[in-house]
């Protein structure tokens, strides 16, 4: 299974507080556990509201390609668009 991970917090303050790393370190642990083949990791440091976001752009670009099989994220609100 070919797999992307996707981080993201709303705010600079929120990316000291609440750790990308915890985020990618929990991600990447679980598409391990589970076999799969990690193709890239996408991230951003925007918030829920703003509609261009570079690194969902990117992801959404291999899902759009078909290639990859699934998304990671820690909450699906990090998804929002």
């Known amino acids: 299974?070919?797999?992307?991970?996707?981080?993201?917090v709303s705010t600079k303050l929120q990316e000291d507080r609440?750790?990308?790393g915890a985020q990618s370190s929990e991600l990447n642990t679980y598409a391990v556990k589970q076999g799969w083949n990690i193709i890239g990791q996408y991230k951003d440091v925007e918030s829920g509201g703003?509609?261009?976001?570079?690194?969902?752009?990117?992801?959404?670009d291999l899902v759009e390609d078909g290639a990859i099989d699934v998304?990671?994220?820690?909450?699906?609100?990090?998804?929002?668009v």
Not at 1 to 8: D, K, L, N, P
Not at 51 to 57: M, R, T
Not at 74 to 80: A, H, P
């Open 18 to 20: 609440f750790s990308l």
């Open 1 to 8: 299974m070919r797999c992307a991970i996707y981080i993201r």
């Open 71 to 80: 998304v990671l994220v820690i909450d699906q609100d990090r998804l929002s």
């Open 50 to 60: 703003k509609l261009n976001k570079q690194g969902l752009n990117q992801l959404l």
